[in-house]
């Protein structure tokens, strides 16, 4: 069965760090462009980042750039987002997803079940 698992959210104060991962079960991700999305209540789903099946190819939205830092380890499985800086606007339910097309629209063919970050004091 092909999964995809994120995990690494929380509660966390302004100007604080998380590291999300999103790890694959059942599949490679080493063939696959990972793309990390976001989506706040009352929200559409949103492009936060996505990584080539390389990792020599990046992309962030503008909102989380020099922020936000995508990563991949194949040997792993495994595809990491750090967020440093987090601000109240970052809150949201984040995705992971697994396609073949580098992207920042939701058009991937797998999907984590989401992992929730939320930013407050």
């Known amino acids: 069965q092909l999964q995809l698992v994120e995990s690494g959210g929380g509660l966390v104060q302004p100007g604080g760090s998380l590291r999300l991962s999103c790890a694959a079960s059942g599949f490679s991700l080493r063939d696959y462009v990972i793309g990390w999305f976001r989506q706040a209540p009352g929200k559409e789903r949103e492009g936060v980042s996505y990584i080539n099946s390389s990792g020599g190819r990046t992309n962030y939205a503008d909102s989380v750039k020099g922020r936000f830092t995508i990563s991949r380890d194949n040997a792993k499985n495994t595809v990491y987002l750090q967020m440093n800086s987090l601000k109240p606007e970052d809150t949201g339910i984040y995705y992971c997803?697994?396609?073949?097309?580098?992207?920042?629209?939701?058009?991937?063919?797998?999907w984590g079940q989401g992992t929730q970050v939320t930013v407050s004091s």
């Open positions: 997803a697994a396609g073949g097309r580098a992207t920042m629209a939701p058009r991937y063919d797998y």
